[in-house]
């Protein structure tokens, strides 16, 4: 019933910027965790970025001092800024929240995935 929608995937060229959103619906008391995950062709699905519900962010190392992962608690929704992009960012970028509705049951939640496509 909880559903997350992700935008502002693209193509960029290398050392562009481009901002993902993620905005959750249904019936949601609370979010805990939110984080961005991505898979690029032929590798693992890897942790790209993730912030708690006090603010604390968590990068990983390929992205770090490019990437900024923000949320908006209001909106429900969190972001990752993404600049001095780079070809090996190329992948499909999923979003993911810790959910918890207002029946009080919590789920894992995942987007769809938005396609991030950066050239040479």
Not at 92 to 120: D, E, H, K, P
Request: charged letters at 20%; one cysteine or more; proline letters at 2%.
């Amino acid at each position: 019933q909880v559903q997350l929608v992700e935008t502002g995937g693209g193509l960029v060229q290398a050392g562009g910027s481009l901002r993902l959103s993620c905005a959750a619906s249904g019936s949601i008391f609370a979010i805990n965790d939110m984080s961005w995950h991505r898979q690029a062709p032929g590798k693992q699905r890897e942790l790209v970025a993730a912030i708690t519900s006090g603010d604390r962010t968590n990068y990983a190392d390929s992205v770090k001092g490019r990437f900024t992962i923000s949320r908006d608690n209001a909106k429900k929704t969190v972001y990752l800024q993404m600049n001095e992009l780079i070809p090996e960012d190329t992948a499909v970028y999923y979003c993911n929240m810790v959910v918890r509705n207002t029946a009080r049951s919590l789920f894992i939640v995942w987007g769809q995935g938005t396609q991030v496509t950066v050239s040479s």
